[in-house]
């Protein structure tokens, strides 16, 4: 928190009582600490030490600690915390109204909650809503500033994706799993020549009628001998090698919404949904092809400022002007920027949610309106989309994505313990 902004706040420390006369002034607020050029107050240090002790009373089980190691604790909390809102502020980095909205909006759902529900919630706990908006603002702020700044300390080998996929842990990485339902028609044990034939008729006339377009879930209700039967042979999420061998050979064939035919196994006969798939070496992925060109508001140019540049920006597209050119003049991604705002080919979850949502609905060689995501103002131009089956590409992507974030917790925190060493700071309690 940069002095400069709590310059009002100070001046306000002192409430005048009497016209010009400072003999009966009132102390409003104190300074806890100073952290570089900025400051932690007393309130802000009471107000956290009070959520803290609701959050941790709310647990039940666990313990408070004293009062004294209680404050110092949050105190060393609001000093980090400082130092990382003064390294976003040198670098530009803000949180929009906009971006809150949508976190906001997502932590609500998240709740199962509309955001009225969400708001009235918070309120019926004692908290501040307005207070509360700001303090998710600040997380998001702090998330931020800690991923651009840790991420770049981290580095992931070939050798380290290869070791891990070659681990037990990354060979269950490469199973497939697959939500099933089956229909079990049951051979007793011992059971003779014309008992299992009968069985297999039974099987097959089942397989027959799902053919026809029977309903999966009521023929398993009413047919299938199987413990899950009323549950319509849900069984849930398996991997290959929890499935008999026999079943998994039959399924690893099938894709969602298939149906095997008859597998025979000691304990009768069964038919196999797969209601859906997930890992495995084969993945084939929806990408999309995109360019875009990025604003991000900054020291020099307001949020305003950015807004009447990128809808220009657009308005110049529209009127025929190269996307390329313009992406390479104007962009503030520079890696793709120089490129003429290329990002080649990209799939869900890749990049943000609000980025996603647009390139989805963009029609191919369409040009989307201006957009905003917490990295700033965008546009993007879709310019084709294809399937293509990335299996080893997402195992490795996935594995390199596991060791980062083991390497992240380690790093994260020698980087606090740097930014510390290297603080002015001076605690005034």
Known sequence: MALSKFARPLLGLLVMTAPLSMANAEVLDRIAAVV????????????????VRQQVAAGNDTRLPPEDVLREQVLDRLILESLQVQIAERQGIRVSDNQLNQAINRIAEQNGMTLSQFRDALIAEGQDYAQAREQIRREILLTQVQQGSVNRRISVSDQEVQSFLDSELGQQQVQAEFQLRNILVALPEGASPEMIQKAEAKALRLS???????????LAIAESNAPNALQGG?????????????????????GPGEISKPIK????????????????????????????????????????????????????????????????????????????????WTQNGQMVPEFEQVMNTTAEGEISRPFES??????????????????????????????????????????????????????KI
């Open 265 to 344: 196994t000691p304990g009768g006969f069964h038919l196999l949904k797969v209601e859906d798939k997930r890992g495995g070496k084969v993945q084939l992925v929806e990408q999309t092809q995109v360019r875009h060109i990025l604003l991000t508001p900054n020291e020099i140019r307001s949020e305003a400022q950015t807004r009447r540049e990128i809808n220009d920006l657009y308005q110049r597209l529209q009127e025929g002007q190269p996307f390329d050119e313009l992406a390479r003049r104007h962009s503030d991604d520079s890696a793709s920027g120089s490129q003429g705002g290329e990002l080649g």
């Open 208 to 218: 027959e009628q799902l053919d026809a377009g029977t309903d999966f879930a009521e």
């Open 374 to 427: 917490r990295f700033g103002w965008h546009i993007l131009q879709v310019q084709d989309r294809r399937t293509q089956d990335l299996g080893e590409e997402m195992l490795e992507a996935q594995a390199r994505n596991t060791i980062r974030q083991r390497k992240f917790s380690e790093e994260l925190t020698n980087w606090l313990r740097e930014i510390r060493s290297q603080a002015y700071i001076e605690r």
């Open 234 to 254: 849900e069984l849930g999420w398996r991997k290959e090698t929890e499935l008999p061998t026999a079943l998994a050979d039959a399924i690893a064939k099938l």
């Open 36 to 51: 570089n050029e900025g400051i932690v107050l007393q309130s802000e240090l009471d107000q956290r030490t009070a959520q």
